[in-house]
């Protein structure tokens, strides 16, 4: 079963500081990788995409890197801000509507 | 530009009850979902659809029934509300598959 493993669950980092979370896959086959951000309450929003041939993707703070050898990504959050409390989401797509969900990381920002 | 609105917003059933959810987008995609969301586990298709008339079983059917009679409008019912179907339920659309995805704020649904 195609299965997409988050760590950690949760993290609490003060503002300002840097955090990475990490996304390991067994999905095959691999279309791209996708990183959401979904705050409390809401749906989720899409954040970056990457297909097998791109290692890295920026959107403003948040820096995506994807080693399709080893089947790891990771989503790296610059100068945290209390606005980045929530919850990321990473998700593998092989190609058509079957995506992989995985659990989410609940990050906590505080002052 | 709404994009993808879900109605109701919140919705609570008595076991058996039925009840119809309705994910409207204006963005012309051909591609939408149904996802439902419990706590600890990733999202999980119910049904989709490909385009206008068309609908497809997910990955956790079983339950729901849907209908796409227009291509902005995906709905999805529940015929005979079961406690195990207490959750949040997310409605999504794309353009392309390999596209991202642009999701609904989700209906949460609790069945005493």
């Known amino acids: 079963k195609n299965q997409v493993e988050q760590s950690p669950q949760s993290l609490i980092i003060l503002e300002g500081k840097n955090c990475t979370l990490q996304?390991?896959?067994?999905?095959?086959?691999?279309?791209?990788l996708r990183w959401y951000k979904q705050d409390t309450g809401r749906g989720p929003v899409s954040l970056t995409i990457?297909?097998?041939?791109?290692n890295t993707k920026s959107n403003g703070r948040y820096t995506a890197t994807l080693d399709a050898d080893t089947k790891q990504s990771s989503l790296h959050i610059t100068a945290s801000q209390l606005s980045d409390s929530a919850s990321y989401i990473c998700?593998?797509?092989?190609?058509?509507?079957?995506?992989?969900f995985g659990a989410g990381t609940t990050v906590t920002v505080r002052a | 530009n709404a994009g993808v609105t879900q109605t109701p917003k919140f919705r609570v059933l008595k076991t058996g009850q039925s009840m119809t959810l309705l994910c409207a987008q204006d963005?012309?995609?051909?591609?939408m979902y149904w996802y439902r969301q419990d706590p600890g586990m990733g999202l999980r298709l119910i049904h989709y659809?490909?385009?206008?008339?068309?609908?497809a079983k997910g990955e956790v059917p079983d339950g729901y029934n849907v209908s796409r009679l227009k291509k902005q409008n995906f709905l999805l019912g529940l015929e005979s509300a079961a406690p195990s179907q207490t959750s949040v339920y997310f409605c999504?659309?794309?353009?392309?598959?390999?596209?991202?995805?642009?999701f609904g704020s989700g209906t949460r649904l609790t069945v005493v």
């Open positions: 999504a659309s794309t353009f392309r598959t390999e596209n991202g995805y642009t």
């Open positions: 990457m297909t097998f041939s791109e």
């Open positions: 659809s490909v385009g206008e008339g068309t609908t």
């Open positions: 998700v593998v797509s092989p190609g058509d509507y079957k995506l992989s």
């Open positions: 963005m012309n995609h051909e591609y």
């Open positions: 996304c390991n896959y067994t999905v095959s086959p691999f279309s791209n």
